[in-house]
């Protein structure tokens, strides 16, 4: 029963490690030799150390240890009880290296070595979350900074020195967002503003044209052309006209002269066309057509 149990307490003790998301704690700057970059509560200016929480969730980073000699990982532990040692997302803590771990939870018992490496490690004493070396030809006033590749995912490369930004997030110049940009080009606000003209005008033309022409259609100024069949390039009307000329040339006048008036009508809207291929033709009061007074012929008498 001893051994479940162990295996147990061992299993809890890491979910708790990896569940309060130490691993997402990095060493993001450095900085051996302050001489005015950042004061602590007594007014001096000792090292300092920059702890990042690349996570989106509250770490508490009590009783992780911080050292400068990898055969010593347990050096100087942070204060475990203090519950200002939480960071929240994407947030930072600066400690001091002032050789001296009574002034405070956030003060360590060794100073920052040119040359060096720095260990942040677990509270177990054993598990290395992240390091940071700090070169020898550091330049005065200079830091050891890692700089964030992508904003979002907080992935971090490329140790450079650069000048000191405590409590800030490390970032390239050419991560600046678009707006910052063109802040930095645009002070005045004259770019922003002609293409916020722009856009709008340019919209209300596109409606001005949509309503236009919808209107002109509605109204019936404008006509769509109809599709022509295939086979009979000139339209219907034509195709029709030339079918009915062929079938009855040998007739009278009468019947030719019938089919191109309802060819007419049909062509200018008078009838109707019910069915595909078949002009319908309807009687209509006002014309002379419908006149039976008008259909007698005259004779003339010889005397």
């Known amino acids: 029963m001893k051994k479940p149990g162990l295996f147990l307490s061992a299993l809890l003790a890491s ?11 990095i060493i993001s700057e450095a900085m051996p030799g302050n001489p005015s970059s950042v004061t602590d509560d007594y007014g001096n200016h000792p090292d300092w150390i920059e702890i990042f929480n690349t996570s989106q ?22 204060t475990k009880d203090d519950r200002s040692a939480r960071l929240g997302p994407r947030q930072v803590a600066i400690l001091y290296a002032a050789g001296n771990s009574a002034l405070g939870t956030y003060y360590l018992n060794f100073t920052l070595p040119c040359g060096g490496t720095l260990y942040l490690v677990s509270n177990d004493g054993r598990t290395i979350i992240d390091s940071l070396c700090i070169p020898a030809s550091l330049p005065e006033g200079m830091s050891i900074s890692k700089f964030a590749h ?42 922003l503003s002609v293409i916020a003209v722009a856009v ?69 809207g008078g009838v109707h066309d019910t069915e595909p291929g078949f002009i319908t033709i309807k009687s209509n009061s006002s014309s002379a057509w419908g006149n039976k007074s008008l259909n007698f012929r005259k004779q003339t008498h010889k005397i």
């Open 15 to 25: 979910l708790g490690l990896w569940g309060q998301n130490l691993s997402d704690l």
């Open 200 to 268: 709008v005008f340019s919209a209300l033309l596109i409606l001005f044209l949509i309503y236009n022409l919808s209107g002109n259609i509605f109204t019936g100024r404008v006509r769509l052309k109809r599709k022509a069949r295939r086979g009979s390039p000139e339209g219907p009307e034509a195709a029709a006209i030339a079918l009915a000329l062929s079938d009855y040339t040998s007739c009278d006048e009468d019947i030719p002269a019938a089919i191109a008036l309802a060819l007419h009508l049909y062509c200018e």
């Open 57 to 78: 969730g509250t770490v508490n980073f009590g009783g992780c240890f911080l050292t400068d000699e990898r055969s010593n990982l347990t050096k100087c532990q942070i």
């Open 150 to 191: 992508d904003n979002k995912e907080m992935v971090f490369d490329d140790i450079h020195p650069s000048s000191p930004s405590p409590r800030s997030l490390n970032g390239r110049h050419e991560q600046k967002t678009r707006a910052q940009k063109m802040k930095e080009t645009d002070p005045n606000g004259w770019t």
